[in-house]
């Protein structure tokens, strides 16, 4: 007993000493009644989109709805963040001006934002309403924190990928709030980083149109042959996020806020992880242990999960982040098949469903990866019965004609997908007939004899929101009942339907005064409209800045620059031989791109003894104890590539080399090209989101001469912490114990199409898949010339020796006027290893 109540002493000291404020649950809203539910389940703040500007374009409001949503969210002292966190065009600006000024106007608590350009804007012009960097920043540093506070950011929503060291020494360097995904789904891609529907489908990703193309079944294959997987099919799809075990340990850290994930969840997702979430941190702020009930257990993971797990949070293990059987929600393991009967099977049951055994009613499917193609209809349906068996099993039968149990085989796995307890465990929080969740109220009556009776209603956690009514008369002295803290402590406890509960009554009293409990009833309904109004009031902030001045960009000059001007060709390279063939074109300027950044230097060296400028390429992703890699680009001694903002905000902290921007920075309209070409960068180029039309624009808005466009390559569609190379080539977890077999074999995906994209790892073991088609921009290039561009960029993943010297040769004949931009596209097509697109580069009509 005695070492119970030290641990409790001892772990409410530790978490009180660490954090100055409790962690906010932040819980997802794709409309009404998502957000309704994550009220009355207890989130401090609910995140939800609009309908423009919201990287999950299909659920959202309207602005006209914006001012409803955040009346409701105040009056239940929720606070309300507004996610415009796409990418924005030039032509949108002034529209996203206009939206940010409304957002302001309706009361936004935050807003939470991609576009630095955009958060440039708001600070500007909303400098009352806080602004939250979006996980799509990719920000996984200290110093992406700082360049994110360069733009205004008060907040950082951090990838997802991170460990728990990784946080504490985020945590250590910046004061600024950190914010971390707690549950929900994982993209296989770091968040902003993935071109894949770009790609493949037009379909921007970083403008809230994802195609979900990481959920689709890939081969592997290995020195281009298929490597058999078994039901390992669904190679970059992760199951889903599950941090409720480590909640004391993220606390102690100092986390500001916990985001579950979902604005594509159903209200019942929202209910139940946001509950759950909810007294568990509770628990564990006071420093008591909280563990889930098994029936909760179940719960979440019925409600929705691709199989949940810690994932990058304890650490990097790569045999478990993808399981690849499936990329759907399954529901909960129910068993595995054991003897398919004419009419019944029998299964061997999940002993972890004991809490919640499968019984009637339940929606149940049969699951033969197995055997069974990607593209096959499974077998599923309702149980009709479920008879336990003398040897352990369990029989389920279900109505005629139910099931084709032909198609059923031994060894197949049972999943329940639908469990009717779990709508009436949800219930109570979709449509409750009170409110559940109460705002905590302090009560201060003064109440002498002969002067009018004061009530006050103060917010306990939040004293600021305070009225007090008074009564019309003064009070007189009491015959039989006097004024005490019983009587009031009755009657101004009865809040009824109210948004409030009364915790903590103080009572000032002179004489022997009487309140009649009809005055006291009209008094506290007073104060609580009162209250009401105020809470709904609060956080609107006006606009500070005229519509005239919501961009800074300096106007261009076109005849700065002009046509006549010589083309200049840069290459970047992936491997050495690639490099070879580079040399003997002595282009502008050759980019290494290798996997071993640390053997750059013999290659820097041969392409300097051939008068050529060399550049590096960084890597996309910087994290905290990868700083040797800022020392060391930097003591390369020449021109950067730089991908990564963290990884910008670290080299401009000290003399540097050139350096220009990469499109994985997202530049997508000319407001963040400037910030970024004033930050020191000598060019940059953009965003892959951006057509060929959208680059000719910018140029004309910015100079064509900072931009440096990308006329051949192989579009880089996913970039991952996961390591294909490691889960499927090695039985290790990390590049500890891997073998490192990406530096031994040639590995690429081929998906339904036939199509096989290749996958090569950085120097921190990270992948990157490329679109296994080349894109590249012959329809285009005259127009880009006639904007006055002149410098283009070829780069190289898979290709040969020959293949380089042979695209290279075509892109020089073009730029000579010995070709035709035709001519181009078409002997382009022929020497591709895997054909020619025009991708991201198409201008719709």
Known sequence: MLRELYHKAYNTFMLHTHLPTKPEIMSPAGYWPQLQAAIEAGADAVYFGLQHFSARAKVGFTLAELPDVLRTLHRRGVRGYVTFNTLVFDHELDVAARNLEQIAAAGADAII?????????????????????????????????????????????????????????????????????????????????????????????????????????????????????????????????????????????????????????????????TNAYRKAVDAAWEGLPHQPSPVESLQLEQVFSRGLGDYFITGTNHQRVVRGRSPRHRGVLAGRVVRVLSERVLIEANPELAAAPLKPGDGVVFDAADWRSPQEPEEGGRLYHVIPTRDGLLGLEFANGALDFTRIRPGDLLWRTHDPDLDRAARPFLAPAAPLRRQPLVAKVVAHEDAPLQLSFALRDQRDVCVTVTSPQPLGSAQRRAVDVAYLRDQLGRLGTTPYELVELELDICGNPFAPSSLLNTLRREAVDLLVQQQEQLHRVGTNVAPASRRSVRPYDRREVGVSIAPHLHLLVRTPEQLAAALELAPATITLDYLDLYGLEPALNQIRQAGIVARVASPRILKPHEQRIVHFLRRLDCPILVRSGGLLHALLADEHPPLLGDFSLNTANALSAEIFLGLGLDRITPTYDLNAAQISALAQAIGPERIETVAYQHLPVFHTEHCVFCRFLSDGTSSQDCGQPCERERVALRDERGRAHPVMADVGCRNTVFGAEAQEASRHLDAWRSAGLVHYRLEFVHETRNEVLQVVDRFNAYFAGQISATDLQRQLATLAPGGTTEGSLFVPV
């Not at 602004?131 to 008060?154: C, K, N, Y």
């Not at 020494?169 to 902003?192: M, N």
């Not at 281009?224 to 039901?231: A, K, N, S, T």
Request: net charge negative; proline share 4%; hydrophobic share 45%.
């Open 113 to 273: 934002v991609q576009d630095v350009g955009v958060a440039h804007m708001a600070h500007q012009i909303i400098p009352g309403v806080p602004i939250h960097a979006s996980t799509q920043m990719s920000i996984t540093s200290a110093e992406g924190v700082a360049l994110a506070q360069r733009f205004g950011v008060s907040r950082v929503i951090l990838a997802r990928e991170l460990a728990l060291d990784d946080l504490r020494a985020i945590r250590a360097a910046t004061d600024l709030e950190l914010e971390i995904f707690a549950h929900g789904a994982l993209c296989v891609s770091y968040s902003g980083q993935c071109f894949s529907s770009e790609a493949w489908g037009g379909r921007s990703a970083n403008r809230g149109q994802c195609a979900q193309t990481c959920r689709m079944p890939y081969t592997l294959l290995v020195n281009d042959r298929p490597v058999p997987l078994g039901d390992a099919r669904y190679l970059l799809s992760p199951g889903d996020l599950y941090v409720l075990d480590h909640l004391p340990a993220i606390m102690q850290i100092g986390i500001t806020a916990l985001k579950i994930e979902g604005r594509y969840k159903d209200a019942q997702y929202v209910a139940l992880t």
